[in-house]
């Protein structure tokens, strides 16, 4: 069953094509002939089908010829034919309208919305709306497609025979290409492919049984191959596969392969609603060596408001031994070391301040490495801090604070329960423009089942639910002057002795927990660079022995910023100790854009180790129009037997890192050796294939002209 063809159709046709002279030829047969030919009843000579409900169809062209005896229509000249999902434009073509298809020959363009598709010759099938093409060429933005024979479907699918296909934008020496015995598109969704093989240029690279390739704006899967080597794994391929369970819920599926130990994987979820609303990660990892040895970790990370004023916090870590992460890190979200630290915490606020209820723990591997010792658990914690409260008129900024946990501590003879509450008071007094005096007070009281403390006749003994009280006192002057901007402070705390209201006086320390003065400036003499200095005395004593001078001066720290120009930038620390010499140095000078061309250059030496430093150097080259990068890490001890008098140098930790933009991917060279051990070699392609370009130059193209005729 066929749709007639009205007569004004015809007549359109011919007026678009400007023949005159044959437009009133047909004009007047469609006026007195066709209308016979049309609409004639079924068992006449003439009869065409009856009308169907399948859309409509109109054509035009220059030319225009009708076979009654075969109801097959000829068309030549800048055909256009409309059907209901497509415009096609052909050189010639025949319509046959009893079957409702249609043959076209020479340069052919089928258009749907989502695709342009051209090729040499085609067939097309109204009735089931499907077609076919010879020599084939599609475009898929960013893709383009070619096939030797091409079947176009109802849903829109087209699957290509022999098709070779890219994404690269020069044409027709593309930088590189697939080639694949079979290829399905669904447009703007995806594309699969068998027996493929990548190129780059005429050279054949890898093979690969099936490619597929998502062609959504945000895609579905997203999966990177990393090749590499080390010397503790051996050869390494390692995957990362990466797709958007929910909005704001991204997961990473890892992969691998190891040479030396065998398959490992893993997944992390990544989650973030915002910075402020909600956060996390959460990473595992598992690989059964072929050792045997099953080694694996956990980690996780999470902030997360509920609404009404409540929260959540919690940090999650777990492996199977101290050096798991150096051996198989794959996340680079989560912090990570060699003890464990577990935490989670729910907090509720309100306006009279926040209340947290919170769970921790702290673990340290033994001498084996495979073992872990719970050093230190929090079961649970109660914290409350208030808001600001105002205590009758008085002009202080008052705040509560207050406690109670239950803790286990390795050599502890029984879990301590405590329990306490503060009260501090601060007030700011200004003096003049350019000083200020900050006075602070507190007094807190304290509950704990057991204590250890001093009896009050120079002995230790165990206190059973026991009362400890302290009170504390902070001066702060601030000023203004020429050579700086200064802090002057005073602190002291005293402690009573257990369930009393007297000091504890008995005791070592007298009872004094703090009695110290600080001063601090920090001068800026330009916008560029600026000075910091700070240093105190300890002024309390003890029974048992006499603080020497040397050890009541607090360390003398200083710092100076410089930074003359933009792309330069000049920090030095040191901190010393009067009759212990020095204790911290460091300097760190950096030059240029971490993005692009920059040197670093470092060094740190701290009382842990005096006779060694650390010396770190950085640099990176980028080219000028960004393509070539080079990066690189130097990390080494350097043993002085005094002064700069230095007889030993030792590498520990070296990195180089290899970058290239190419017109169609991403080249990265990496190796690197650190500490644990760990020397490795990495390479790794990523495909630009979405990258946003022109696919080709459409106003080239020969069918182009034809779409300013519509």
Known sequence: MTQPLAPRVLERAVSAAGCRWLGGILVLLSGIVLPGLLFAQET????????????RIEFFSDHFDYDRSSSVVYLSGHVRLHESTAVIRADEMWLYLEERRARAAGFVQMEDGRSLLFGDGGEFDFERETSCFDDVSVGYAPWRVHGRRAARFANRDVVFRRAWFTSCNLDPDSHYHLSASRLRVRPEKWMYAWNTVFFLGKVPVFYTPFFWKSLRKKHILRTRLYPAYDKRNGATLRSTTLFDVLPGLQNKVYADYYEGHGIGYGSELQYLRSESEAHG???????QESSGA????????LY??????????ARLQSQSDRYFNNDYIRSSQLRVSPDLTNSA???????????????????????????????????PRVDFGSAV??????????????????????????????????LSMTRTFPLGRAASYVPTVSFAETFLNWIDADDGFGRTSRFMDAWVGRYSATNVLRFRSPLGDWDAAHSFTRRMRVNTAAPDVLADDRGTETNAVSIADTLMLKRSLWFRASGGYDYRTFRSYAVPYARRVLPVAADVNWQPAAQFNLLVHNQYQPGLGNQTAALQ???????????????????????????????????AGGHWAVFGTLRAYAHTLGG???????????????????????VELLFRARPGGVKEGAFRVQFRFDKDRPVWQMEKALWRQWKTED
């Open 44 to 55: 006449g000579p003439f009869s065409v089908p009856a009308s169907t409900r399948t859309p």
């Open 589 to 623: 000078a950096d030059w240029g854009d971490r993005d692009g061309r920059f040197l670093g250059l470092g060094f740190e030496n701290n009382l842990s180790s005096t006779t060694y430093y650390t010396v770190s150097q950085e640099a990176g080259w980028r080219s």
């Open 389 to 422: 409260l105002r205590i009758w008129r008085l002009p202080w900024i008052n705040t509560v604070s207050a406690f109670a946990d239950n803790t286990y501590q390795l050599g502890a003879f029984t879990p301590k329960k405590s329990a306490g509450t503060a």
């Open 294 to 301: 099953k080694r694996w970790t956990v980690l996780g990370d």
């Open 281 to 287: 990660a959460l990473y595992g990892y598992r690989i």
């Open 345 to 379: 915490a729910v907090f509720y606020t309100t306006s009279w301040g926040t209340t947290r209820l919170s769970y921790s723990r702290f673990d340290v591997g033994d001498s084996t490495l495979y073992r872990y010792i719970k050093v230190a658990e929090t079961a």
């Open 644 to 666: 700069l008098n230095f007889d030993l140098l030792r590498v520990f930790e070296q990195e180089l890192r290899l970058k290239r933009d190419f017109h169609d991917f991403h």
């Open 304 to 313: 997360q408001t509920l609404g009404a004023g409540w929260g959540l916090q």
